[in-house]
Structure formats: structure tokens, C-alpha cells
């Protein structure tokens, strides 16, 4: 189902202390880089309208959060969520986050968590290569979690999610073992993880949720 259209930010608000673009990143991202502080850093790769960044970075203020949308007017709408909401501790970034996953930018071990929800599922094996949970990806989100970090994945295509199950088990096994996050009952239009839940629990479309908990060498 393609995206609706969106309306663009009022032109009087400013986005700049939520937006970045990609020259604007510093060299290593980390909570200092970013926001002046060290607390706990979460990424969101694929924001879409912000609903989860939004929500998740007002539910915990004691955590930073940093969304990275490749679609430069859904970052541009999400950043201005969290302007809108004075989020102090969320910032969006409005690029391609494979150019991120790397040693140089975001070190070994740093990250809280990892948030994959909804990514596009490049429906052509050829194209798989693509997905966000690529086999050089995987690799990476195990390398930037800290022990005890989470990766949260969900999807609604079955085949991207039982394919992701397996090569997480079979490249990435420090990981553990995926577990199984239970869907909650929404109490208002826009109680859900992201627009796409939303949507998926409308048409009712079943939702595959998992995450995963970084381990040491033994388990």
C-alpha cells in the first residue's frame, strides 16, 4: 500500500535543532555528539511519520533517541512531531543509514537499542540485498549493541520475517533467540507502535514481532 500524502511542516516552525542532514552529523555518533550528554542511545532505522519516535522518546526522557528516515519529507514530518512536542532527547536524521553502520561512525558495543518496525521488504530476491536487515546490517546491529542491548524487529510479511529469523540464527547467535512481543490493545486513533501497526491491525493484516537481547560469548 503506497504512503498517503502528507502535509508539509508549517513554514514558522523551526526545524533545525530536529532535523539533520547528513553533512550536518558529526564524525562518531554517539549521546555526547548528539546530544551533549550520556545517556542511553536508541536508533530507529526507517522513522517513517515519527509516530514511535515521538512516543517512545516522551515515555523515556532518560534515553536518547536518533530516527533515520531516507525519505526527506517523512523525516521533515516526523522532526516536526518532536518540535511540536518540544522533544528534547529525539532528533531526526533525513538520509540512508547504511553509510552509518560502520566501525568509524558508530562504535562497537554503544548503542541501547535497535528499531526496525515496518521496513520495506524489497519483494524481488534480487533486490533482498536491500532490505534493512541485510546480512551485512545484521552484522552490524550485533556489533553496535552493548550487552544487554535490544534489536526490535516487526513486520507484517511473513516471508521477511521468517527469513530474518533464520539468518539471525545463523550469523548473528549472540543475539539469543527471538522473543515474542505481544501486541497491546490500543486505547485512542493514534495508540500504536507506528502508523503502519495501525494501519496492519485495521485491515487486519497479522503483525510479526520480535526482539532480540545481546548476550556475551557464553550465553
Same mark, same amino acid.
Given at each position: 500500500?503506497?504512503?498517503?500524502?502528507?502535509?508539509?511542516?508549517?513554514?514558522?516552525?523551526?526545524?533545525?535543532?530536529?532535523?539533520?542532514?547528513?553533512?550536518?552529523?558529526?564524525?562518531?555518533?554517539?549521546?555526547?555528539?548528539?546530544?551533549?550528554?550520556?545517556?542511553?542511545?536508541?536508533?530507529?532505522?526507517?522513522?517513517?511519520?515519527?509516530?514511535?519516535?515521538?512516543?517512545?522518546?516522551?515515555?523515556?526522557?532518560?534515553?536518547?533517541?536518533? $530516527?533515520?528516515?531516507? +525519505? #526527506?519529507?517523512? &523525516?521533515?514530518? /516526523?522532526?516536526?512531531? !518532536?518540535?511540536? %512536542? $518540544?522533544?528534547?532527547? +529525539? #532528533?531526526?536524521? &533525513?538520509?540512508? /543509514?547504511?553509510?552509518? !553502520?560502520?566501525? %568509524?561512525?558508530?562504535?562497537?558495543?554503544?548503542?541501547? &537499542?535497535?528499531?526496525?518496525?515496518?521496513?520495506?521488504?524489497?519483494?524481488?530476491?534480487?533486490?533482498?540485498?536491500?532490505?534493512?536487515?541485510?546480512?551485512?546490517?545484521?552484522?552490524?546491529?550485533?556489533?553496535?549493541?552493548?550487552?544487554?542491548?535490544?534489536?526490535?524487529?516487526?513486520?507484517?510479511?511473513?516471508?521477511?520475517?521468517?527469513?530474518?529469523?533464520?539468518?539471525?540464527?545463523?550469523?548473528?547467535?549472540?543475539?539469543?533467540?527471538?522473543?515474542?512481543?505481544?501486541?497491546?490493545?490500543?486505547?485512542?486513533?493514534?495508540?500504536?507502535?507506528?502508523?503502519?501497526?495501525?494501519?496492519?491491525?485495521?485491515?487486519?493484516?497479522?503483525?510479526?514481532?520480535?526482539?532480540?537481547?545481546?548476550?556475551?560469548?557464553?550465553?
Amino acid at each position: 500500500m503506497p504512503r498517503a500524502a502528507l502535509r508539509k511542516p508549517r513554514p514558522d516552525l523551526d526545524l533545525k535543532p530536529w532535523l539533520l542532514q547528513p553533512e550536518q552529523l558529526p564524525s562518531v555518533l554517539s549521546s555526547r555528539s548528539l546530544f551533549a550528554n550520556d545517556r542511553p542511545l536508541e536508533m530507529e532505522i526507517g522513522s517513517g511519520k515519527g509516530l514511535f519516535i515521538q512516543t517512545a522518546s516522551a515515555g523515556q526522557p532518560d534515553h536518547n533517541f536518533l $530516527g533515520i528516515e531516507i +525519505a #526527506k519529507k517523512y &523525516a521533515a514530518h /516526523a522532526s516536526a512531531r !518532536l518540535a511540536r %512536542a $518540544g522533544q528534547t532527547n +529525539a #532528533k531526526m536524521l &533525513a538520509g540512508d /543509514a547504511t553509510p552509518l !553502520l560502520t566501525p %568509524a561512525r558508530v562504535a562497537d558495543e554503544s548503542l541501547e &537499542a535497535i528499531h526496525v518496525y515496518f521496513p520495506d521488504p524489497w519483494w524481488k530476491k534480487r533486490h533482498r540485498k536491500r532490505r534493512v536487515l541485510s546480512e551485512s546490517n545484521v552484522r552490524q546491529f550485533s556489533r553496535m549493541l552493548r550487552l544487554g542491548g535490544r534489536l526490535h524487529f516487526w513486520t507484517d510479511v511473513l516471508d521477511y520475517f521468517e527469513l530474518t529469523v533464520e539468518l539471525i540464527a545463523e550469523i548473528a547467535p549472540e543475539l539469543g533467540v527471538p522473543l515474542p512481543e505481544k501486541q497491546r490493545e490500543s486505547t485512542h486513533d493514534l495508540d500504536f507502535h507506528t502508523h503502519f501497526e495501525r494501519r496492519s491491525r485495521r485491515l487486519g493484516i497479522p503483525v510479526y514481532r520480535v526482539r532480540y537481547v545481546k548476550r556475551g560469548p557464553t550465553g
